[in-house]
């Protein structure tokens, strides 16, 4: 009855079905939901991070060595194809300061009402709470069997996603089918996720947000992980862009416990600037409070707890900030060391780290190189990318290339 079925309707397989059924394919969407695209409508806030202003190259750049797996998929579907898809459906998009592409009404609805719209007009035949419960292989292709029935189809194509916000049916589920066929299944863990801290004092910042921070992820004098942007302190330790992107590598770490968060708050001047900056203001404004000079720079709550952690009278006068003191302060602006407890878990993960393992995925076609006629796409795959759209640019990619070719 169909020629193509497609397990999983979230980005990756509304893109691949609607390729499928565009090229004459009889299509099969399942979907376990009851509402396919649950996962794009949390996305971005609500606001769906469509993909980023940045040519092909550039993708595959974000990604760091694994990107070259993407070099096929983004000549088949790059970001000028993702925004002109968009567009002809009726959603506009506009560039934001940091290079992220949203649509311009900010509503990840209008992002999946525009994929149902091409679905619908594709043909493809779309199956709500169905869930893909096995799959196996047949003389004829697979047999694919659901709660409701047993079916049938030369070619399936896998986007099941990943384990990042399980609440929205991402369980997983899609490894144990690839796992079956004696796809190497690379452990997931949580990416672009919140880091918990070991330092209480930081809870009563919980709401205060930093625009531009440089932040590195220290195993003692290593380096793992590295980057600069946007910054929120919360309850639970700390949020934001440039954390979620260094996340991977707490997450990922055997013993989280052991390292260590370094932040630069002050990353657009260097330390000898900063310090001739406070001596300089100890002398112009040495009747005003240390904390008030500091708020010229950042926050006044983060002035006044730093000062706490400094051992320094809250209510100081600038005037008497000596040398070392100085020298003190500086080093707290420019290198602010917390110890890392550890990352929060899938269910405020954005993505999955981890997956069926690339080597075993024929990049050019997306089909299994150990199962002919079976592909997969998205987040099901051991490919994560950093925060900015690059994830969803890979799985919009990945799975038109699956559907294209299946």
């Given at each position: 009855?169909?020629?193509?079925?497609?397990?999983?309707?979230?980005?990756?397989?509304?893109?691949?079905?609607?390729?499928?059924?565009?090229?004459?394919?009889?299509?099969?969407?399942?979907?376990?939901?009851?509402?396919?695209?649950?996962?794009?409508?949390?996305?971005?806030?609500?606001?769906?991070?469509?993909?980023?202003?940045?040519?092909?190259?550039?993708?595959?750049?974000?990604?760091?060595?694994?990107?070259?797996?993407?070099?096929?998929?983004?000549?088949?579907?790059?970001?000028?194809?993702?925004?002109?898809?968009?567009?002809?459906?009726?959603?506009?998009?506009?560039?934001?300061?940091?290079?992220?592409?949203?649509?311009?009404s900010n509503k990840a609805l209008d992002v999946?009402?525009?994929?149902?719209?091409?679905?619908?007009?594709?043909?493809?035949?779309?199956?709500?709470?169905?869930?893909?419960?096995?799959?196996?292989?047949?003389?004829?292709?697979?047999?694919?069997?659901?709660?409701?029935?047993?079916?049938?189809?030369?070619?399936?194509?896998?986007?099941?996603?990943?384990?990042?916000?399980?609440?929205?049916?991402?369980?997983?589920?899609?490894?144990?089918?690839?796992?079956?066929?004696?796809?190497?299944?690379?452990?997931?863990?949580?990416?672009?996720?919140?880091?918990?801290?070991?330092?209480?004092?930081?809870?009563?910042?919980?709401?205060?947000?930093?625009?531009?921070?440089?932040?590195?992820?220290?195993?003692?004098?290593?380096?793992?992980?590295?980057?600069?942007?946007?910054?929120?302190?919360?309850?639970?330790?700390?949020?934001?862009?440039?954390?979620?992107?260094?996340?991977?590598?707490?997450?990922?770490?055997?013993?989280?416990?052991?390292?260590?968060?370094?932040?630069?708050?002050?990353?657009?001047?260097?330390?000898?600037?900063?310090?001739?900056?406070?001596?300089?203001?100890?002398?112009?404004?040495?009747?005003?409070?240390?904390?008030?000079?500091?708020?010229?720079?950042?926050?006044?709550?983060?002035?006044?707890?730093?000062?706490?952690?400094?051992?320094?009278?809250?209510?100081?006068?600038?005037?008497?900030?000596?040398?070392?003191?100085?020298?003190r302060l500086v080093s707290s602006l420019k290198?602010?060391?917390l110890p890392i407890r550890g990352a929060l878990?899938?269910?405020?993960?954005?993505?999955?780290?981890?997956?069926?393992?690339?080597?075993?995925?024929?990049?050019?076609?997306?089909?299994?190189?150990?199962?002919?006629?079976?592909?997969?796409?998205?987040?099901?795959?051991?490919?994560?990318?950093?925060?900015?759209?690059?994830?969803?640019?890979?799985?919009?990619?990945?799975?038109?290339?699956?559907?294209?070719?299946?």
């Amino acid at each position: 009855m169909w020629d193509v079925i497609v397990a999983g309707a979230g980005a990756a397989g509304l893109m691949a079905a609607i390729r499928a059924a565009e090229r004459g394919r009889r299509t099969l969407l399942l979907e376990k939901n009851r509402k396919p695209g649950v996962k794009i409508l949390m996305s971005g806030g609500t606001r769906c991070n469509i993909t980023h202003d940045s040519d092909e190259r550039g993708i595959v750049t974000a990604y760091g060595p694994p990107g070259r797996f993407l070099h096929s998929a983004l000549a088949a579907f790059g970001v000028q194809d993702t925004l002109d898809f968009f567009a002809v459906e009726g959603v506009p998009t506009k560039i934001e300061e940091t290079g992220k592409i949203f649509p311009v009404s900010n509503k990840a609805l209008d992002v999946l009402n525009a994929l149902l719209a091409r679905l619908r007009r594709s043909g493809a035949t779309l199956a709500l709470a169905e869930p893909l419960r096995d799959l196996s292989r047949n003389e004829s292709g697979f047999a694919l069997i659901t709660p409701a029935r047993t079916i049938f189809a030369p070619k399936v194509i896998i986007t099941t996603g990943g384990r990042s916000y399980p609440g929205s049916g991402t369980t997983g589920d899609g490894y144990a089918l690839a796992a079956k066929f004696g796809h190497a299944i690379v452990p997931p863990r949580p990416a672009l996720v919140p880091i918990t801290i070991n330092a209480p004092w930081t809870a009563e910042l919980r709401g205060v947000t930093l625009p531009d921070v440089g932040v590195q992820v220290l195993e003692g004098s290593n380096e793992l992980a590295a980057r600069r942007g946007s910054l929120l302190f919360a309850h639970f330790g700390l949020s934001g862009p440039v954390i979620l992107d260094v996340s991977r590598a707490v997450s990922g770490h055997p013993a989280p416990a052991s390292l260590l968060l370094e932040i630069d708050l002050l990353p657009a001047v260097v330390e000898a600037e900063v310090d001739e900056w406070l001596r300089a203001q100890s002398l112009a404004q040495g009747k005003k409070q240390l904390a008030v000079v500091l708020a010229e720079k950042l926050p006044r709550r983060l002035c006044d707890a730093l000062l706490v952690q400094l051992v320094m009278a809250a209510d100081r006068r600038a005037a008497g900030l000596s040398r070392a003191d100085r020298t003190r302060l500086v080093s707290s602006l420019k290198r602010l060391r917390l110890p890392i407890r550890g990352a929060l878990g899938f269910e405020k993960a954005e993505v999955t780290a981890g997956g069926v393992a690339l080597a075993e995925v024929d990049s050019r076609d997306m089909q299994s190189k150990l199962v002919p006629g079976l592909y997969l796409a998205g987040e099901v795959l051991d490919l994560d990318g950093p925060i900015g759209g690059y994830n969803f640019q890979a799985a919009w990619s990945t799975g038109w290339l699956a559907g294209d070719s299946a």
